[in-house]
């Protein structure tokens, strides 16, 4: 199923700019036109209900691509071999962008192995750029834990997820597509922020109404690196990847 001409959430935040735009997105919740300054009370930790259920199949973003068509304006690398620090993701997507352009590049993002349910579900695809070695929302029916810094997440959309029929198989699948826009990206990379992280997250439509957002089920952490004008080259890859992004010094410390 690919879900495409509707609304998305901002993404990639360097203060009211967003690199993703919201022109080719399907099945998600409207969200405001100017980025919202008070703090994501939305994926704030929400205890689960009692006696929620086993824990999930796991399901994940199978992979992150850019249209075909816009090569000329955005390049994929290849990703050279880099020693993660932990939280480690999955799958590194390494890009290389003209930052003095004015671009808008296409990026898919192929869900796969989506649990289906006789209830109506709701997918959220969370961003951020920074990470958390210690989850701060507790989420005891996921296999995978939030490993996305919730000072600075951010939802990139929603998107309903049909019950499931009598024929139908226990799993589905997505292909989300978002528009990028390099002059934005361009703000952040300059801002000191070059790598971007990204988990899904998968709950009962009910729950999600209810805000029981720790009845959530998560899907491994993916990321995406970009850069200047030319691909990177192993070392300038791995110092850069490896390095913090400037945003995540400078976020407030959590409260007790």
Do not use: W
């Not at 439509?205 to 970009?226: N, Q, R």
């Amino acid at each position: 199923m690919k879900v495409k001409n509707s609304t998305v959430a901002y993404a990639f935040l360097l203060a009211s700019s967003p690199v993703f735009a919201n022109t080719k997105l399907g099945g998600g919740q409207p969200q405001p036109e100017e980025a919202d300054t008070s703090p994501p009370a939305e994926i704030k930790p929400v205890s689960p209900p009692i006696n929620a259920g086993k824990t999930n199949q796991n399901f994940n973003i199978s992979a992150i691509t850019l249209d075909n068509a816009n090569n000329s304006r955005v390049k994929v690398c290849d990703t050279p071999i880099v020693k993660q620090k932990r939280p480690r993701a999955r799958n590194i997507v390494s890009l290389a962008f003209a930052p003095h352009r004015k671009d808008v590049a296409t990026l898919q993002f192929d869900m796969a192995d989506i649990p289906t349910s006789k209830e109506e579900q709701v997918l959220l695809v969370l961003y951020s750029r920074c990470l958390s070695n210690k989850p701060e929302m507790k989420t005891p029916l996921s296999k995978i834990k939030l490993l996305l810094d919730e000072k600075d997440i951010e939802i990139l959309g929603t998107y309903d997820v049909p019950p499931a029929t009598g024929n139908d198989s226990a799993t589905t699948q997505m292909t989300i597509e978002v528009d990028l826009e390099t002059a934005k990206l361009a703000q952040q990379t300059k801002a000191g922020n070059d790598t971007f992280y990204f988990q899904a997250a998968l709950l009962k439509k009910s729950d999600f109404d209810k805000k029981h957002y720790g009845a959530t089920k998560l899907s491994p952490l993916e990321a995406v690196h970009v850069t200047h004008n030319s691909c990177p080259n192993q070392k300038d890859f791995s110092d850069n990847f490896r390095s913090v992004n400037a945003s995540c010094e400078k976020l407030p410390t959590k409260s007790n």
